[in-house]
Structure formats: C-alpha cells, structure tokens
C-alpha cells in the first residue's frame, strides 16, 4: 500500500512516509493509492469482532508489515518479535474508561448512539490519536529521530493530541487554540498539561485563522525538514485510517442482518467540522461497506451547501455555535472527498483547490457534484435545533447529548418518517456532554460532570498567548528553533525551552 497526493505533484510514499508528512509536499492531502473492496465473507467475518479488532483489520490492509508487524500492531504471536513491539493497538486503547473502547447506546424512537467518547479527553479524537502516537513512538524509537508537531484545534484535536505524545522524549508538540472559542474544559485540558514537551499557545483569532500560520511553516519546506515538522490534525492519514473502523462498528451494530442479499443498508449521521471524519466514512464505503452518509454541520454550512448546491465557497466569518469545536469554514478533508470522488483525479482536485485558495470560493462540475450528492445526504442545525434535540433526547431517554452530537439528533428527529421505514440510523457521538456544561445548561438541563473533569478548575495551567499584530508564524518558528536547538546540545544541562522562565501563564 502506497499513498499520493491528492495533487499528483509529488512521488508516493509508504505509510511511515505519510504518518511522519502532515500535508505532501505540493500542498495536497496523502490518500491511499488504491481503496481495498471487501467482500461480503470478509463482511460477515469481521461482523463477529470487536472495536480493537476491527481496528487492526484496518491497519493491516493500510500498513505493509514489513513496516509494523502484525504481531507489533496487535500482539499476534511470531517468532523473534520482541516484547517491547507488542501490543500498538492495545496499549492505544488502555486508558479507555469502557470495556469495549466505543459504546452503542440505543434510544427510543430508533435513535442509535454511537459513544465515540470514552477516552481520556472525553472526545472522538482520542481513538485516532491514542493508535497515532503509539505508531509514532514506535518508528522514532527505531531511529532515535526527534519530531515537531504543529497542531491547531477548535476544541477537541488539540488535548487528545497532547494526550497522545505528553512526556514522550521524541516528541514536542505546539497547539494553537483559539482564545474563547473552545469551552473552559477544552481549554483546560490543555493548559493544565505541564509537560517538558508541551507547549500551548492562547490566539487571538478563530480557527480558520490560526491555520494559517501552520499552514505557512509547513509551506516553508527547508523549515519543515530541518525541524522534522508534522501535523497531528486530520490532515495526518494515520487519523483518518483509524476512524474507518468506526463505519464498520456501526454498521455490524446496527444491521439487522449478514445473511441477505444484498446486504442492508444503515444510515450514519455524522457530525462535522473539518470533514475528516466523513471523509473516512467515504473510504469505508469505497470499501464495500453499505452505508449512507449524512454530513450533519452547525450553522457553519460550507459541507452542507457543498453537497446540497456544490457551493464550496466561504460565506463571511466563522460563526460561534453551540457545538464550538465545529466552527469550522475551511474544511480542509474536503479535498480527499473531491479527489476520491472524482475517480482520484489529480490534475482536477489540483484544479479546484488552487481556485479555492486564490477566491474562497468554488463551484463543483457538474459531474462530480452528482457524485457528491449520490454519495452524502446533508443537514445543517442552527444553536436552537441544537438546543431543541439535547432537550427532546433527555425528555424521552434521560440522556445527555453534547452539542455536536445533538447535530446528528437534530437529523434524526427531522427524519424520523425515513427511520421508520426500516433503514437503521446510527447517529455518531463525537463528545461528551460534560465537556460542554454552558450548553447543557442553556437547554435548562443539568450537567453531568466527571471528578476528573472537576479537577481540572484547581490545576496549575501553562501557556503563551499570541496576540492580534504579532506575527504568530515568526513566534512559532523561534520557539520551535529553540526546541530543536536544545534537542541537539541536549546533554548540556540546559532546561528545555518549555520550562524557561514560564510559570502560569506567560
């Protein structure tokens, strides 16, 4: 398995190539060469696993072994592999509070929950990056090699990004989060992070905005590689591969039947920002995997109207929602959709996006518009539907909906006609609502909120903040010199760079 740019402007490369990558070289996105197609035995086998299993499965199609063995992925038995290289897979899933990883809960009225939540971060993201940071760890402890990671978050990315590498000796990562934009959890999830290779950065600009300055360091390709730069947002294959094994769980949860010909149908309704998630479910459907896909978006609408109208276009500044980690105008996975929908070709996707960044806007052909909307069904939800499906669910279920999975609820309430005509629904729950208590409480609910997260409000917190007027590239690109350069004279006693000087908030 090889993996191109969705550009076509840069040679392919293995997935160690592409894990340690973010965006390829000419801007594009890593997508795998070719899709694997499954068939219906391979279907009706991998029914019986479980969320781990399913996990493995994919990364054994998606990564050579002669790269990370299967008994290194998932503790197979094989002669002369060492202990220490077992067990990626299950050691990314130890911290996880539920003994089967992911839950499905089912409500009244067919509304199938999908808990995607139940790691440390209390987030979606923590299944991802738990399994990135293990495959990370492992090639750089094979090459003793040193990495910078450069990530930007509109909420959820950025704390199980730093869960994923916090105290690793191989590893700094720099988040950027946009001030008062994410709750006070998500916040303090990583601001209380007090960690030599940890270092957060408070911007005064909204998430769009601060992407431009990652997007500028890894533009500067000399920069890039003297620095050993890499992103951990979905722009990183690694995420998008392991959250295909998401389809696949749902599906086997929710279909009534393995045994018919052809195979049933099952909605998902995902809830989406940066278009990663869906993005995976469009691969699992290339796969084989009958499913239909809803984009489910908050009043941020740049998905819906692009499957709706093919209107990929910016339609003024971010919106500040409920469902906050979603407020996204650029969603950068968008192009993966166009490239794996237009038959993978490049020379288009090229196309399309240059326009796309020159005009922020962009109106799909006709054809591959088609493709889109034969492919995802959308919905947006405005801060009132989001209100009005968090109530309705704990009036009929006594269960707590956070405001991005109330997005999806918000669909499934405005379909129910097409539920109970007997296609199953399973609506993805990307967080948990005790992450977002301001939004609880304005649907006049009362917030559920876990020790660990009480916890939070008395810790230390640790960051810098990057005003309006400052050049926030130049100040990431110092800090992260400085970095390097400790990490080259490292036995000379110094502090790091994190710890110098910095106490509270500097």
């Known amino acids: 398995m090889e993996y191109i740019s969705t550009r076509g402007g840069t040679g392919a490369v293995d997935f160690e190539g592409a894990l340690f990558s973010g965006y390829a070289p000419d801007g594009g996105l890593f ?240 809830p989406t920002g940066g278009g990663g998630n869906v993005t995976a479910g469009c691969i699992a459907q290339k796969m084989g995997l009958p499913i239909q896909l809803v984009a489910a978006v908050n009043s941020n609408d740049i998905i819906h109207r692009t499957v709706k109208d093919g209107d990929f276009s910016l339609s003024g500044r971010v919106k500040a929602t409920l469902a906050s980690a979603m407020d996204i105008q650029e969603p950068y996975n968008v192009e993966r959709i166009l490239w794996l929908l237009s038959g993978s070709d490049s020379h288009l996707t090229k196309t399309l996006m240059e326009q796309f960044t020159v005009s922020k806007s962009l109106k799909l052909p006709e054809g591959l518009h088609r493709k889109v909307s034969e492919t995802l069904r959308s919905c947006s939800a405005s801060d009132e539907d989001i209100v009005q499906a968090m109530q309705r669910c704990w009036e009929e279920n006594h269960y707590l909906l956070c405001p991005h999975s109330a997005v999806a609820a918000h669909y499934h309430y405005s379909h129910l006609d097409s539920c109970a005509s007997g296609t199953p629904r399973c609506c993805l729950a990307p967080a948990s609502a005790a992450k977002f208590q301001d939004a609880v409480l304005r649907a006049g609910l009362v917030p559920e909120i876990p020790p660990e997260i009480t916890a939070l409000k008395a810790m230390e917190t640790r960051s810098t903040v990057l005003q309006r007027g400052e050049d926030w590239a130049q100040v990431l690109r110092d800090r992260i010199t400085a970095v390097e350069q400790w990490w080259g004279k490292r036995g000379a006693g110094l502090p790091p760079p994190g710890l110098q000087g910095v106490n509270g908030q500097a």
């Open 31 to 270: 997508m795998p060469s070719c899709i694997p197609l499954l068939d219906t035995a391979t279907l009706q086998q991998w029914s019986r696993l479980s969320y781990p299993e399913l996990v493995k499965e994919i990364c054994y199609l998606f990564v050579k072994p002669e790269l990370i063995p299967r008994s290194t992925l998932s503790g197979e038995p094989q002669v002369g592999a060492a202990r220490r290289d077992a067990y990626l897979i299950d050691r990314a899933f130890s911290k996880f509070r539920h003994k089967d990883v992911v839950h499905l809960s089912r409500l009244k009225g067919g509304l199938n929950v999908l808990e995607l939540w139940h790691g440390v971060t209390y987030a979606f993201k923590d299944l991802s990056l738990s399994c990135t940071g293990q495959f990370l760890q492992y090639f750089l402890e094979k090459k003793q090699k040193h990495i910078t990671v450069l990530v930007g978050t509109s909420g959820d990315t950025g704390s199980s990004a730093i869960e994923s590498v916090r105290g690793q000796k191989n590893v700094d990562i720099f988040v950027l989060l946009p001030k008062g934009l994410c709750t006070q959890i998500q916040e303090l999830q990583m601001t209380t992070v007090i960690e030599d290779n940890v270092h957060v950065f408070v911007v005064h600009g909204n998430s769009d905005e601060i992407d431009e300055p990652i997007k500028e360091l890894f533009a500067d390709v000399d920069f890039a590689r003297r620095n050993n730069l890499m992103s951990l947002n979905s722009v990183n294959w690694s995420r998008i591969m392991v959250q295909i094994a998401h389809y696949f769980y749902a599906y086997f949860q929710c279909a009534s039947t393995l045994d018919s010909t052809p195979l049933p149908v099952v909605e998902i309704v995902v």
